[in-house]
């Protein structure tokens, strides 16, 4: 169940329906993971500084179990999320960061449980 945070100061008008669709899509396929479990946040129109500018800018978060675990996964993750962004969003790679979190399925709540027990 990976979520996926963009936080942004581009306006709310950028982020529709489909690119939140299209967003977890692409995550989904770059993280091998079913579409169906992804949870994609998008908050908009954020006062930001991105590398001592407030240009446009994005910050994609990325937290999932058994895939975000290592520099060297991460590592492609970004190679193929990145030009995703920049197409979408018409940014240039120097205003698009991405992070990474591990997370262990004890960390992860549903159904009034954890992961690890479903």
Same mark, same amino acid.
Not at 8 to 26: M, R
Not at 59 to 77: P, Q, R, W, Y
């Given at each position: 169940?990976?979520? !996926?945070?963009?936080?942004?100061?581009?306006?709310? &008008?950028?982020? &529709?329906?489909?690119?939140?669709?299209?967003?977890? &899509?692409?995550?989904?396929?770059?993280?091998?993971?079913?579409?169906?479990?992804?949870?994609?946040?998008?908050?908009?129109?954020?006062?930001?500084?991105?590398?001592?500018?407030?240009?446009?800018?994005? !910050?994609?978060?990325?937290?999932? !179990?058994?895939?975000?675990?290592?520099?060297?996964?991460?590592?492609?993750?970004?190679?193929?999320?990145?030009?995703?962004?920049?197409?979408?969003?018409?940014?240039?790679?120097?205003?698009?960061?991405?992070?990474?979190?591990?997370?262990?399925?004890?960390?992860?709540?549903?159904?009034?449980?954890?992961? &690890?027990?479903?």
């Amino acid at each position: 169940m990976p979520f !996926i945070d963009l936080e942004s100061n581009l306006p709310a &008008s950028k982020f &529709s329906e489909d690119f939140l669709k299209k967003l977890g &899509s692409k995550t989904a396929a770059v993280l091998g993971k079913p579409e169906e479990r992804m949870i994609v946040v998008v908050k908009p129109g954020l006062p930001m500084l991105l590398c001592g500018t407030c240009a446009p800018c994005v !910050i994609l978060s990325v937290s999932a !179990i058994g895939v975000t675990d290592t520099a060297e996964k991460n590592k492609e993750h970004s190679a193929n999320i990145l030009p995703f962004l920049i197409g979408e969003l018409g940014l240039t790679e120097d205003r698009i960061v991405i992070r990474f979190y591990a997370l262990e399925p004890h960390q992860v709540g549903k159904k009034g449980t954890v992961m &690890s027990y479903l």
